[in-house]
């Protein structure tokens, strides 16, 4: 029977082939990451757009853009925020004091976004939120493998 704890270990396993697979293979963080999101975004956007209608295909692929781009300076807004954590861990007073905002700004944010969103019918904007919001808990999972992320 498949269970939470298999799913988990599966999960872990699966990363860690990825990551430590033949030189071929490996790529930074951001690089899988990026693709992941983008090749998910490309997903939501093919099948969602009113492909008739340009000016509602042009504003939903610059959605879809917008999300990705947005997804992009999220990750390194997160990198930043774990190296003042780490400071603080070790004694180092933080270069900026209210790092620790930085996800509960993002959480407040995205909430706001999935009502604009909604009411507006923009379907390749809203398939980011999941996104924002999975990815704190995505980045500490990852972490959790692996020492030396790049």
């Given amino acids: 029977m498949l269970g939470p704890r ?23 963080t951001w690089e899988w990451e990026a693709g992941v999101v983008g090749l998910y975004l490309l ?5 969602t757009t009113n492909w008739a209608d340009s000016r509602i295909a042009a504003g939903q692929v610059a959605s879809a853009l917008a999300v990705f781009f947005t997804f992009m300076h999220v990750k390194v807004a ?4 774990e190296a003042q954590e780490k ?8 270069t900026v004091e209210c790092y620790k905002k930085l996800t509960h700004y ?7 976004w999935f009502c604009a969103f909604i ?3 923009a379907w390749a904007a809203l398939a980011g939120i999941p996104i924002f919001l999975l990815y ?15």
């Fill in 6 to 28: 298999m799913v988990v270990t599966s999960m872990r396993e699966a990363v860690r082939r990825i990551v430590n697979g033949p030189t071929w293979q490996r790529r930074h």
């Fill in 43 to 47: 997903g939501i956007t093919i099948s």
């Fill in 78 to 81: 997160s990198r930043l925020e």
């Fill in 87 to 94: 400071g603080v861990e070790n004694g180092v007073a933080p």
């Fill in 106 to 112: 993002l959480i407040g944010k995205e909430l706001l």
């Fill in 119 to 121: 009411c507006l019918e």
């Fill in 136 to 150: 704190p808990m995505w980045r500490k999972f990852y972490c959790s493998l692996r020492r030396n992320v790049k």
